[in-house]
């Protein structure tokens, strides 16, 4: 199960795992967004991917989609926790955030995520086995040069810092508690990935960098079908920063 497939990093993610051989669902807010992307991707892939409805600010619309993975397919051998997104509400001004933007960010991006971890918890511990995948952000690592991005340019506000870095010890935590029960839990860092970015963001961006580029699409997927295979039986409870070198270049 691949949380918020549909675009960005979750369809990256989905097409690599669907690649290696897995069966995917697709889960997203809009059920028929989810439909059809998990239609246009099976003839594409020649693959079996289905779509979902969830929504990671009800509880009862993840306990509900959890209760139908059981009843339809018994087991959920993967889940990546990949959406979690933006908000509206957020200014990226730190003086100017109000109690109402800093919960648009946390409830769906770390909320939802233990929501999603609990249920699958639930359904996995008495098998024994399983393997979770959270995808957190190196703005989690280090505070953010905002010289980079050019007006009328913001970076994400500091809720969604707060968010990934809760996303991280939310992985460490959870990996030592289900270590008994085989189910590895593991994090993914990204950097900044080139999408629809001024020129004038991705060359400053680039230079920070020690490949002196942004992450390009099919950068993630691989990660995320190493952590997900046997190849990675023996790792859990760590954060591996997909960046490029950009937290390490100074």
Not at 115 to 133: K, V, W
Not at 194 to 201: A, G, H, K, L, W
Request: some cysteine; aromatic content about 8%; glycine content about 12%.
């Amino acid at each position: 199960m691949v949380t918020g497939g549909c675009q960005n990093f979750g369809l990256e993610i989905v097409t690599g795992l669907a690649q290696a051989g897995a069966k995917v669902i697709i889960t997203s807010r809009d059920h028929g967004k989810a439909v059809q992307r998990a239609a246009e991707l099976s003839g594409q892939l020649n693959a079996e991917i289905v779509g979902m409805p969830m929504d990671l600010c009800s509880e009862s619309s993840i306990v509900g989609l959890f209760d139908r993975v059981k009843e339809e397919f018994g087991t959920l051998d993967i889940l990546v926790n990949n959406a979690g997104g933006h908000s509206p509400k957020a200014c990226g001004y730190l003086e100017r955030e109000t109690l109402e933007s800093w919960n648009a960010f946390i409830e769906p991006n770390l909320t939802g995520t233990f929501l999603t971890t609990r249920e699958y918890a639930r359904l996995m511990m008495a098998r024994r086995s399983g393997c979770i995948i959270n995808i957190a952000s190196i703005s989690s690592l280090v505070g953010r040069d905002r010289s980079v991005y050019p007006p009328p340019m913001i970076p994400n506000p500091v809720a969604y810092t707060a968010a990934k870095a809760g996303i991280i010890g939310l992985t460490y935590d959870t990996a030592a508690y289900l270590g008994n029960y085989g189910i590895r839990v593991n994090c993914i860092s990204p950097g900044g990935f080139e999408r629809t970015q001024p020129q004038e963001f991705i060359d400053a961006y680039s230079s920070r960098t020690m490949l002196k580029r942004m992450g390009q699409n099919g950068d993630l997927k691989g990660v995320v079908v190493f952590l997900a295979s046997e190849a990675a039986a023996y790792i859990t409870g760590h954060n591996l920063v997909v960046d490029g070198g950009f937290t390490r270049y100074k």
